[in-house]
């Protein structure tokens, strides 16, 4: 139980397009996700927590306008890199917390994202 | 605000022998704290948590740690080694607000 999935694994694009990336919480509900951003060789940063149906929350620094993130239903959450720039490569990974469970989140596998 | 060091970057071990990976957390509140493993390009795998039951955890493959609330640790350890235990571990620490903060990871090295 409490299954992340995310998609794709891995992405390759060109400077200046937008790349769309999925999580889904496969067996359980997820009124919170989160979305974090992993450097090479680095520790975890989370970039912004979203509750579904609201406007997510990001941290100091992470540019809204660029990472748009959409948690349209209580299994999905979006996040959308708009212009992507060769500073954007990264592997990113979303969580999930169960809807009634506190202090635990559940992670996807993770996204590489590389920008050329 | 809540947060995690992790005391050492890099740690190698031989396989067999015990295996200590150093965290040490703060924390306004009680907190949950969490040991993650990372093997390269995969995603993170939960080894085991502590949420204020017994002070020592018991978690997969061996591991266990133990919450010192009088020294703010929350130290991995296993007995003995295997290879496949090469990855990078993840100390967390979590609020009630659900609010995990990483350590910065500790790399663990096994060598034959």
């Known amino acids: 139980g409490a299954v992340v999935s995310q998609h794709p694994s891995w992405v390759i694009c060109k400077s200046g397009t937008s790349v769309k990336i999925e999580c889904r919480s496969l067996d359980f509900q997820a009124t919170t996700m989160f979305w974090y951003r992993q450097f090479p060789k680095q520790s975890l940063m989370l970039m912004a927590t979203?509750?579904?149906?609201?406007?997510?929350?990001?941290e100091q620094g992470v540019e809204k306008d660029k990472f748009l993130i959409n948690h349209a239903s209580l299994t999905l959450s979006t996040l959308t890199v708009t212009s992507a720039h060769p500073e954007d490569s990264s592997f990113y990974i979303c969580?999930?917390?169960?809807?009634?469970?506190?202090?635990?989140?559940?992670f996807g596998p993770g996204t590489r994202l590389t920008v050329l | 605000a809540q947060s995690v060091t992790q005391l050492d970057s890099h740690v190698s071990v031989s396989e067999g022998t015990p295996v200590l990976l150093r965290c040490n957390y703060s924390?306004?509140?009680?907190?949950?704290l969490f040991w993650y493993v990372q093997h390269p390009n995969k995603g993170l795998q939960l080894l085991l948590k502590y949420t204020s039951a017994a002070t020592l955890v018991k978690g997969i493959n061996g591991f266990e740690a133990e919450f010192k609330k009088s020294e703010t640790s929350f130290h991995l350890t296993k007995p003995s080694a295997h290879m496949s235990d090469a990855a990078e571990y993840f100390c967390v620490v979590s609020d009630r607000n659900n609010d995990m903060r990483f350590g910065a990871g500790t790399r663990l090295t096994v060598k034959p």
């Open positions: 924390s306004s509140y009680s907190p949950s």
């Open positions: 969580s999930a917390s169960l809807a009634g469970v506190y202090n635990e989140q559940f």
């Open positions: 979203s509750n579904e149906g609201s406007k997510a929350t990001y």
